[in-house]
């Protein structure tokens, strides 16, 4: 089956600090990616960051990294020094190539950041 | 370097009518894909594109669906016979390679009534 659970349905954090957000996921592939994406209330999907399954460093991307644990296919999100644009829905995904090659990906449910001022 | 653009934006419609919908993908990008996402969960794949061949569809995409990218550049997404339950937001993103960084555009929101 091709699952990516997102534990935490909201989170809350407040200005300056840093907050985790927790991803897991199921593949039998050795290579593959994987992709935070934030969603701003009424604004477009963008990428956050992305991390390459053959990379064991994990990515940063300025405020953003992640914390990428290959055998216990978990694939966590950190934000430091939070700021109010931050407040968004997030969705962690990958896509599931051991499924017959496709190219599609599969999104968890969503974890609703707030920053708090 | 524009974005991946959508139109229309927002779509009210009766039930049991046909709607269409179009995305523009960055260009020179080969990979096009259509999601539909629902109120509080993650975008659910619907189909993707590689150049004007349509490569996977979903189960989710039933018989009343249908979508073209006729010359490899725009898509369109044609639901006939609306049902309430297809009320969502109707995601295309592009991709410039296999399992590269999908863009997403800003959606049709599909209201049906």
């Known amino acids: 089956a091709q699952t990516v659970t997102q534990s935490q349905p909201e989170m809350s954090v407040q200005e300056a600090e840093t907050v985790t957000l927790s991803c897991t996921y199921d593949t039998s592939e050795s290579d593959y990616y994987l992709f935070w994406y934030k969603q701003p209330p009424s604004r477009q999907m963008i990428l956050v960051i992305r991390?390459?399954?053959?990379?064991?460093q994990n990515a940063t991307e300025n405020r953003f990294s992640v914390n990428f644990q290959k055998a216990a296919k978990s694939f966590s999100l950190k934000i430091s020094d939070s700021q109010l644009g931050d407040a968004a829905m997030y969705f962690c995904a990958y896509p599931p190539w051991d499924q017959g090659g496709s190219e599609k990906l599969v999104f968890g449910k969503g974890t609703k950041l707030t920053v708090n001022p | 370097d524009t974005g991946v653009s959508q139109d229309p934006r927002h779509k009210i419609t009766k039930r049991g009518q046909n709607v269409t919908f179009r995305c523009d993908p960055i260009s020179e990008h080969n990979r096009l894909y259509w999601y539909r996402q629902t109120l509080g969960q993650g975008p659910e794949f619907l189909t993707y594109?590689?150049?004007?061949?349509?490569?996977?569809k979903s189960r989710l995409l039933s018989d009343r669906f249908s979508a073209e990218r006729p010359k490899g550049s725009f898509s369109t997404l044609e639901i006939q016979r609306t049902e309430q339950g297809d009320s969502a937001m109707y995601l295309c993103?592009?991709?410039?390679?296999?399992?590269?960084?999908?863009?997403f555009g800003p959606g049709t929101r599909l209201t049906v009534l």
């Open positions: 993103a592009s991709s410039p390679r296999r399992l590269d960084t999908q863009y």
């Open positions: 594109f590689q150049n004007e061949a349509q490569l996977e």
């Open positions: 991390q390459e399954a053959y990379k064991q």
